[in-house]
Structure formats: C-alpha cells, structure tokens
C-alpha cells in the first residue's frame, strides 16, 4: 500500500477526530496514512474490531458522511488469517492500538468519480466465540428432537419421532447464552447444521470450519424462519429451530432438499454486528 501525503489530524484520541488537508486532492486506491496513534490495547490476529468513521471528499474537503454524531459503529471487521490475507487494510490494523486512527483513499466508480479519504478509529476489539456458551436449558419438551454435542460442539440430532406440524415455527433454546441480544439489525455470527425431518444432513458449517454471517435485516438474503427464530435470543445461544416450508424455501426444490421441507436446525449464535 501506498502512503498518502498531506493529511493531519487533530482531537482527542478515541474521538472523532479533526482532519485537514489542501484541496482539491487526489487519491489512489489502496492508500492510506496513519492519522493518530493509539493509546489502548493492541488489536492482534483474531479480534474483531469496532470502528467509527468520517468521510471526507478530497476535491472540496466536504463532508461526505459520519458515524461519531449517532455512534453507528461498524462492527463488521474480523481479522481473521484468511480475510488478512486477501485485505492489505485488514492487515494494516494488526498491531495498532485502540483509538488509532487510519485514513485510506477511495475512488469510486460511480458516475460521480467521487473521491475521498474514509479515517477509521479503531474504539474497541473482541473475540468471537467458538462454540455457544451459557446455561443449558432445562425442561425442553420432551418430544423435541434430541441433540447432542460431539467435543468441539459440533451438533448431530436424533429427530426422537417427532413430528413437526409443518405450519409453525418452533424456535427452542438449548444453551442460555449471556451476550448481546439479537436484532432485527443486526447480522448475526453463527455455525449451524440443517437436517431434514428424516434426519439427514444437507448443510453444516461446522463441517467447513466456517461461520456464516446471517443478515437479520428485513433485505437480509436469508430465509425467513431463521430472522423470526433467532431475533430476540443472545448471543452465546444455541438454538433449535423448526422451520415451516412457508418460513423456508416453499416449493422451491434443489440437490439437498425436496420442495416443500420441513428444516430442522440447530444454531450458535457466536457474535453481533
């Protein structure tokens, strides 16, 4: 990456910072300067990072947008080994401390051409959590499916006989979990494991080593069973949901799953953004 010169910044640490430059500027992609040091912890490999951020257009100095005024922190950055590797400005944030501030250049390829410099404050750091954590629940129904955890908290599920109405949502906690509460703004971390109600597997994440990010939003490209059974619940759970063909993919039919299925799920909820 290619530093960018010019840029200063004054204010507070851990506040939104005052930043000045001689206009019209120009900027390349991929460029960035660090505008102020930190004074808190380091931010190391693994953490998610929470930021604020003010836009600035480098032709006239206007403001293009901020998130300090209704503190919308974006939330959304976890350096990860894998998104290090292929983000240089991920990889820019490893090792600096909370309250760093880092201006990186922009040019949009909209037909403005707008260009302008984006300065993210790192405000805080965490770990998102592996496995769900919490309480197991007591007094669960006893003709729910049964669901056991294999060492890692890998989930497998005998279905116990039973048999599912196929018109209403069943949204069941397992594990209490003491974090965060879920959204409906939210997008929520998660590792799942979806069967059939014959009980065969057509998805796991768990056997990826991955996590999904599920957007709980209204536009959130995901079925509706799991934005009704997830909202409300804390981060930390696990969370079985049985969902209807009308809250899940219909009549819609692909390699995995006939048309018309009952979907049975179990979920941890792992972090929030």
Request: charged share 20%; net charge neutral.
């Amino acid at each position: 990456m290619t530093q960018i010169a010019g840029l200063t910044a004054k204010g507070d640490l851990g506040k939104k910072p005052e930043i000045s430059f001689r206009t019209p500027m120009t900027v390349k992609d991929n460029s960035y300067a660090i505008l102020q040091e930190g004074n808190g912890e380091t931010v190391n490999e693994g953490d998610r990072v929470c930021t604020q951020g003010v836009a600035i257009n480098v032709k006239d100095g206007s403001e293009l947008m901020s998130t300090w005024e209704k503190n919308t922190q974006d939330c959304s950055l976890l350096l990860s080994a894998e998104n290090i590797k292929q983000s240089s400005k991920l990889a820019l944030l490893v090792g600096k401390k909370i309250n760093t501030t880092v201006a990186f250049g922009i040019n949009d390829s909209n037909s403005a051409g707008t260009s302008y410099i984006m300065a993210l404050t790192i405000v805080s750091k965490s770990k998102d959590l592996t496995r769900a954590t919490g309480d197991a629940v007591k007094n669960i129904p006893a003709d729910m499916p049964k669901v056991t955890l294999d060492k890692n908290g890998k989930p497998s599920i005998d279905m116990n006989g039973y048999k599912p109405d196929g018109k209403n949502l069943v949204s069941q906690t397992l594990i209490r979990g003491k974090g965060a509460k879920v959204t409906k703004n939210n997008t929520a971390v998660v590792k799942y494991t979806g069967w059939l109600t014959n009980g065969e597997q057509f998805d796991s994440s768990w056997d990826r080593n991955a996590t999904f990010d599920a957007d709980l939003s209204d536009s959130g490209q995901i079925i509706s069973g799991w934005k009704q059974g997830l909202i409300g619940k804390n981060v930390g759970s696990q969370v079985l949901l049985v969902i209807p063909p009308s809250l899940g993919y219909g009549d819609q039919k692909s390699d995995s799953i006939p048309a018309n299925s009952t979907l049975v799920f179990v979920i941890d909820i792992l972090a929030v953004y």
